[in-house]
């Protein structure tokens, strides 16, 4: 399981964050933004990443074969 949010520019941690981490502290989130600057990691779980770097990182094949 994993909590993601997509945003276009803003690299500030969305405030939705802090609402599901009360209720759900120990699942990963993760804020996707298309014009990042620079990658950021928090120590209550949540990590920027630029989009297009994430998504090109991800293993379909394995993906696939985890559902089929």
Known sequence: ILIIEVKVADDNPSPHFSTFNKYFPQIPKLQ?????????????????????????????????????
């Not at 600057?37 to 297009?52: F, T």
């Open 32 to 68: 996707l933004v298309q014009t990042l600057l620079r990658e950021k990691d928090y120590d209550w779980g949540l990590k920027i990443r630029k989009v297009s770097d994430y998504l090109t990182s991800i293993d379909l094949k394995s993906v696939y074969e985890e559902y089929h």
